[in-house]
């Protein structure tokens, strides 16, 4: 039984937590799953390193109350913009114009997914991987678009990020993938996201369950009143999870229990 007097809220990853990586979307098993949690009136919380247009559908359909998007960065209801940490607009130009000038593929996470239109093998391999995405699909960004920007990422292989770091030591990188490094201005996370949205509801940290299958759910496991590891690839997620179940589906909701 989960050690938390009342359940207020889920917080779930998206890719390889709710969703298959393979899937273009959420199962009808796990679609009637969340309506389970809703009806014990329990909010669920999406957090997702993806923009927001590609979970925004969960909102729509009222499957979820908030969604966190770029890793953090983007904290949205259905109506309302709880938090928005955007890239000031010369350090995306500069960040553009150098990954432009030295052919590093790059993506920009408006509230679509646009890429800088370099292609090759990192960027091809890294999106298929990451989001089962073709980079082909993806709509050049053009700096004319004046459009807010979340999360910049740099497919670049880890011998290489001293190029990035040698020409904008004023940023942030984290890497997640092995063709893939997050390009930030501050250090924003999925909790820097979580903490917004949970002050939006008025829930405590301890009042939530957090379930997530990769590196970046780690502290967002750690951060919540009891952590749900699902699969058990990674192991320093293991580590600090209470549970570890094999997928989410209806039967893990059976060891919750709210009490006034």
Request: include cysteine.
């Amino acid at each position: 039984m989960v050690h938390i007097k009342k359940v207020k809220a889920f917080i779930f990853d998206y890719d390889g937590t709710l969703k298959n990586y393979n899937e273009p979307r959420i199962t009808k098993e796990i679609e009637e799953t969340l309506r389970e949690v809703h009806q014990q009136d329990i909010r669920i919380i999406l957090a997702t390193g993806r923009p927001h247009n590609h979970c925004e559908y969960l909102l729509k359909e009222k499957l979820i109350d908030c969604l966190i998007s770029a890793n953090g960065a983007l904290v949205k209801t259905e109506t309302q913009t709880i938090f928005c940490e955007e890239t000031p607009p010369q350090i995306l130009v500069d960040f553009f114009e150098f990954t432009r000038q030295k052919q590093i593929p790059a993506t920009f996470y408006a509230e679509e997914l646009f890429s800088n239109g370099i292609q090759n093998e990192d960027i091809k391999t890294g999106l298929k991987e990451a989001m089962a995405l073709d980079a082909n699909d993806l709509a050049t960004f053009n700096l004319k678009q004046k459009e807010a920007i979340f999360l910049m990422c740099a497919f670049i292989k880890a011998n290489h990020d001293s190029q990035l770091k040698e020409n904008f030591p004023e940023l942030i990188f984290s890497r997640w993938h092995p063709q893939i490094v997050s390009v930030l201005t501050k250090s924003v996370t999925k909790v820097t996201g979580i903490e917004q949205a949970l002050n939006y509801y008025d829930i405590l940290p301890a009042e939530c369950i957090a379930v997530g299958d990769g590196g970046n759910d780690i502290e967002m496991l750690q951060y919540c009143g009891y952590g749900i590891a699902v699969g058990n690839k990674n192991s320093q997620l293991v580590s600090v999870a209470d549970k570890v179940i094999a997928k989410v589906d209806r039967g893990m909701f059976s060891f919750i229990k709210n009490s006034d």
